[in-house]
């Protein structure tokens, strides 16, 4: 079946650049999605990227997207102290059941 | 414009007890879904609305869970009797039409 693995844990100082990555399994994936979730709060979508494109900026965030590899990675820029949180990586194909990965618990040392 | 409201925030309940939880999607989004997240994991989806009807509950525990979305627009989940193991996050989504979603803050289950 469809599975989306994350690396548990980053630890990063503040300033410096994060780069959290994602693996998927279904090569029929249409979008890609970076999610970040705070303590107590709900799943906030932070980018997306469509399976036929390769990069997408947006302000400090750059998603970079390999679909031969099925490698999603997303780069945070001058990481600050309230990026601290848990970035999921998810996959839907044609907006049907999205899948989530495990999240990666990002660390920003100040 | 308003995001996805749920209540409760939270709630405490014992083991065969019952309990619901309830859901106000973002205005005009025709697709619901209900999350589970338990502790250290991502969200599994239980049940996914379009309108009010059932798209899919392939995951749904059906024998202790079920949900409703009578007139398409608000959501009621509910797990009688509750188990242990059903102590989790609740988390409801909404969107557009099947793509974007957009999710609520969750309910914080707690069962002892």
């Known amino acids: 079946g469809e599975d989306v693995e994350q690396s548990l844990f980053l630890s990063v100082r503040e300033g410096d650049s994060s780069v959290i990555n994602c693996t998927y399994t279904?090569?029929?994936?249409?979008?890609l999605y970076w999610y970040k979730q705070e303590p107590g709060a709900g799943l906030q979508l932070l980018t997306y990227?469509?399976?036929?494109?390769d990069m997408k900026q947006d302000q400090r965030l750059t998603v970079l997207l390999n679909k031969k590899d099925k490698h999603l990675s997303l780069r945070i820029a001058d990481t600050q102290t309230g990026d601290s949180a848990i970035y999921f990586c998810?996959?839907?194909?044609?907006?049907?059941?999205?899948?989530f990965g495990a999240g990666t618990r990002l660390f920003v040392k100040a | 414009e308003a995001g996805v409201a749920q209540s409760p925030r939270y709630k405490i309940i014992e083991k065969r007890q019952s309990v619901a939880f309830w859901c106000n999607p973002i205005?005009?989004?025709?697709?619901l879904y209900w999350y589970q997240q338990i502790l250290g994991q991502g969200p599994k989806l239980l049940i996914q609305?379009?309108?009010?009807?059932?798209?899919?509950d392939s995951q749904l525990p059906k024998d202790r869970f079920s949900a409703e979305r009578l007139k398409g627009v608000d959501s009621t989940l509910k797990i009688q009797p509750a188990k242990l193991e059903d102590s989790a996050v609740y988390l409801c989504?909404?969107?557009?039409?099947?793509?974007?979603?957009?999710f609520g803050p969750g309910t914080r289950l707690t069962v002892l």
């Open positions: 989504a909404s969107s557009l039409a099947g793509d974007t979603q957009y």
């Open positions: 279904d090569s029929s994936s249409t979008y």
């Open positions: 990227i469509f399976s036929n494109m």
């Open positions: 998810a996959e839907s194909n044609r907006g049907f059941k999205t899948i």
């Open positions: 205005s005009g989004h025709a697709t």
């Open positions: 609305f379009q309108n009010n009807g059932v798209v899919d």
